[in-house]
């Protein structure tokens, strides 16, 4: 079978062509980034972001590649940034507003181990008062030993490598999650000092004798789920981050997004689905349990409150 490049691939399957534009902006500003992780500073940027966390240098340089990339398409309305404490309007009269973090898992450059950057795509000219369903699309790129882009439409999940020639090829086709899974990921587990039931619940995960995949970012850890067809990744909360850490709009609505598509499930701790909460601030935080379907709803037995 021929190589399928990335923008001949969309066409045809009948994507719409002023989205095909903007992903295909994403996957040539991520050729820039990946560089820049390669060769780039690994050193602090000197400056913070507003939760006062210091930002790296790439934090800073990928953050401009996006924007300034998705800024050239002349498609997209307004943009908000995990490294921004604002979102940045363009034009109105422009079709799309992305959200996205430019470089998830930031803190692991320095152990050189995979991170990545997640993109969420609303047509409309706001993010506020939108839900997590009403996304036209979402996709993440995976920077690693290979650089990967994974997309989810209305359709279904599609994964693409950066191949030799420096084109995106496609690598598996009709991406599918199954509803029991062999592996778990727990995030936060500091949690299970104070609670209780994420404690029993960890320990069934163990007494289960399912294989631990947790790497410290969440990119590669749902893209462990997504490329091995099962998994759970959690994330609930405890005093410190009592709405839970992760942020809603960058983060846990474009991974519910895909995950769904792939046949999966996202949740929150009070057992809501991630795609139906609404947005109401740009960092909105909310804890998250995605990954097989199975799992998901055993988590929201174990630690619904």
């Not at 404490?85 to 430019?102: G, H, L, R, V, Y």
Request: glycine share 8%; with cysteine.
């Amino acid at each position: 079978m021929p190589t399928q490049i990335l923008n001949n691939f969309l066409l045809q399957k009948g994507i719409d062509k002023d989205l095909q534009i903007v992903l295909s902006a994403i996957a040539r500003a991520g050729k820039y980034v990946c560089h820049a992780i390669e060769t780039g500073d690994l050193g602090l940027a000197g400056t913070s972001n507003l939760f006062g966390e210091d930002q790296l240098a790439l934090d800073v340089l990928a953050d401009k590649i996006f924007t300034e990339h998705l800024k050239a398409t002349d498609l997209v309305n307004k943009i908000a940034s995990e490294e921004k404490q604002q979102a940045e309007t363009f034009s109105e009269k422009n079709k799309f507003c992305i959200a996205f973090d430019p470089l998830d898992g930031s803190s692991l450059v320095d152990t050189n181990l995979a991170i990545g950057a997640i993109f969420a795509i609303w047509e409309g000219n706001d993010f506020i008062g939108k839900k997590g369903k009403d996304m036209k699309a979402a996709c993440y790129l995976v920077f690693g030993p290979r650089t990967t882009l994974t997309i989810a439409t209305k359709q279904k999940v599609w994964e693409f490598a950066l191949n030799q020639l420096g084109e995106f090829s496609l690598q598996r086709d009709d991406i599918y999650v199954i509803e029991k899974t062999k592996t778990f990921s727990p995030g936060n587990l500091r949690a299970i000092k104070e609670r209780e039931d994420y404690k029993n619940l960890v320990n069934a995960w163990q007494n289960q004798q399912l294989t631990l995949r947790y790497s410290g970012g969440m990119v590669p850890d749902i893209h462990s789920i997504l490329a091995k067809g099962n998994g759970i990744f959690s994330y609930p909360s405890f005093s410190k981050y009592p709405y839970g850490k992760l942020r809603l709009l960058f983060e846990c609505a474009p991974f519910a997004f895909i995950m769904e598509k792939a046949g999966g499930l996202a949740k929150d701790e009070q057992g809501n689905n991630i795609l139906d909460l609404e947005i109401k601030e740009i960092h909105q935080r909310t804890t998250i349990f995605i990954g097989s379907k199975e799992e998901v709803n055993r988590c929201e037995k174990y630690l619904k409150r």
